[in-house]
């Protein structure tokens, strides 16, 4: 049995506080927000550039800051090309098993290498004394959840599924998540151009989350 949501259900939402962003309100233009995570990685992250170039898309990197510190050059990559980029922690922490004052000095300690108020704990797990931490901080962190999940993490999963768990359910306003990463390359690579190929032809804008 699968332990998570392709779709996250409104339930969940309302358990989190209303500061977390789940999906982005209607624009004039009809609008997704395709979202990565883990990296920067020397493979996946410049695919994943690549097929932004070819459909003139942005989007936005929840990047480790360890990995930052790795590849440089390719976290520059996607400051260069316009994408946003965001704070995934330094570490990939799980929040839930962290002690609150090392949470937050993972954070910070990855916000040396990523300028970006934007934030996405790691496996979307977070203490309600880590997020009031971060509430009354004097960085003005936006906690970017998502509405569409790609699971392309899940080893057992086919590429096509993966790409089946976006297709079902993405719609304007989604912020749907993929991974930048070794562990997710064989279904990302797979889904991602055929998700990007699909909002095109529907004619929906893929922007990067504002900051």
């Known amino acids: 049995m699968l332990k998570y949501r392709a779709k996250t259900p409104w339930w969940l939402k309302k358990a989190f506080p209303k500061s977390f962003i789940w999906e982005m309100p209607p624009s004039r233009e009809p609008t997704v927000y395709i979202t990565f995570d883990d990296g920067p990685h020397p493979t996946a992250t410049p695919f994943v550039l690549g097929l932004m170039d ?81 509430l009354h901080a004097p ?41 930048d990463s070794e562990k997710s390359w064989q279904r990302m690579s797979y889904a991602l151009p055929r998700v990007m190929e699909y909002c095109k032809n529907k004619g929906w804008k893929m922007k990067a989350i504002p900051v």
């Open 54 to 134: 070819q459909y003139d898309a942005k989007a936005t990197f929840f990047c480790v800051g360890h990995n930052v510190y790795k590849y440089p050059d390719v976290y520059q990559q996607i400051i260069t090309k316009g994408h946003s980029p965001a704070n995934h922690t330094y570490n990939h922490m799980n929040g839930w098993m962290t002690p609150t004052d090392t949470y937050i000095d993972n954070i910070y300690q990855a916000a040396t290498y990523i300028q970006s108020p934007l934030i996405r704990p790691p496996y979307g797990k977070l203490r309600p004394s880590q997020w009031r931490r971060l």
């Open 139 to 179: 960085t003005d962190w936006k906690v970017i959840m998502w509405d569409v999940l790609s699971a392309d993490f899940d080893h057992e999963i086919t590429p096509q599924q993966c790409l089946d768990n976006v297709l079902q359910h993405i719609r304007p306003g989604s912020i749907v998540l993929f991974h």
